[in-house]
């Protein structure tokens, strides 16, 4: 049995130098308290952060998720601040086939009265016996991450109901065994007007003398032929939504728009579409595919992923001809940041993969 520890601060790491000083977030805490004890299984430690959660910005989540991510262990306690500590487990949510522990303390490690040693061993405990997710775990309870607040003026952490029906996914790359999902999927009309995903592929010209079932055949021709032209989202065995994401390059429309120009010479991959069943929208899926498709670029040796989301500009709903780009609080939410306004109604957003 193997255990990864990642700390990432907080206030179980807090040091005091005396009583009228202010603190400062020493080396992980958990180093010593498991120090010497015959304990049953094998671990390690590794410092990601030393920082008040309360100073944790999207950047620092996202370099616990990638360490999270990028770990061969499937047990994974992490030692946290208390005051965000639900953030950071709902931006883990997605993550696959692993068990994941977030716990910490009220009263920093070092003090006779703190809390730290019971949160820890009950995490250990968890996390060898839940199955695979994220989990909080205080007050000697184990929550899910959707399912949890921190009372304040308590001082406990609480149960609470889940705030929406966020559809539970897995994703795959869009290979030929998996075509015929596609079809399912995308239905008679191709999503959206025989698009088939080939808008920003082909010329406007090719587009609208092969709309329909010239588009369907086009785009089938390139995932016969092994390249992947983005990912499918299924809930079980059921296709409920894709997102169209590669290298810059293999858009040829997206390089000719004079809207949507490159910005510079880095090199880029590009998220340009999105379609959910319409039984699954309003549940997290579109959130969830952002994710997904950054963690597949990622995977695929991409340093930064753009997007090109639409500025609702004041509108309360767009029309799915105006939105299937993704809206930008959507991408802001998941760690994109705004580096260009090519026009009013457009932006352009990039996130930054961690080397």
């Given amino acids: 049995m193997f255990i990864k520890i990642l700390a990432a601060g907080g206030t179980i790491d807090k040091v005091y130098f005396d009583a009228k000083s202010d603190y400062q977030v020493g080396p992980p805490n958990i180093m010593t308290i498991l120090e010497g004890l015959n304990l049953g299984f094998e671990y390690d430690i590794e410092s990601v952060l030393r920082k008040d959660s309360l100073d944790l910005t999207s950047k620092d ?104 029906s966020s559809a539970k996914l897995t994703f795959y790359p869009l ?16 999503a959206l007007g025989g698009c088939w995903c080939m ?75 999105f379609f959910v069943s319409r039984n699954y929208r309003g549940k997290g899926v579109t959130r969830q595919l952002i994710r997904a498709a950054v963690t597949y670029a990622a995977q695929n040796g991409a340093r930064i992923v753009e997007a090109y989301p639409t500025n609702p500009r004041g509108r309360k709903q767009l029309g799915a001809e105006s939105s299937f780009m993704g809206l930008p609080k959507l991408f802001k939410t998941e760690g994109f940041e705004i580096c260009a306004r090519p026009s009013r109604a457009k932006r352009v957003m990039r996130y930054m993969i961690p080397s």
């Fill in 61 to 164: 989540r996202e370099r616990i998720f990638r360490a999270v991510q990028r770990q061969a262990a499937d047990k994974i306690v992490i030692t946290h601040g208390t005051d965000t500590m639900v953030e950071t487990a709902n931006r883990l949510a997605g993550i696959q086939n692993k068990v994941v522990v977030i716990t910490g303390a009220l009263e920093p490690a070092l003090f006779k009265t703190s809390d730290a040693v019971f949160n820890i061993g009950c995490a250990v405990t968890a996390v060898q016996t839940m199955p695979p997710g994220i989990y909080i775990v205080m007050n000697g309870r184990v929550f899910r991450h959707d399912r949890v607040k921190k009372n304040v003026s308590k001082g406990i952490f609480e149960g609470v109901a889940p705030k929406n």
């Fill in 175 to 190: 290979t030929i065994d998996r075509w015929d999902d596609f079809e399912m999927l995308f239905g008679k009309n191709g």
């Fill in 199 to 273: 808008w920003w592929r082909i010329t406007r010209a090719e587009f609208e003398k092969q709309k329909g079932e010239g588009n369907r055949k086009a785009m089938q021709a390139i995932v016969a032929s092994g390249e992947v032209p983005g990912i499918l989202a299924y809930e079980n065995d059921t296709p409920v939504g894709w997102c169209s994401v590669a290298q810059r390059d293999a858009f040829a429309s997206l390089n000719r728009s004079p809207v949507l120009k490159k910005i510079d010479d880095q090199q880029v991959w590009s998220i340009v579409c």
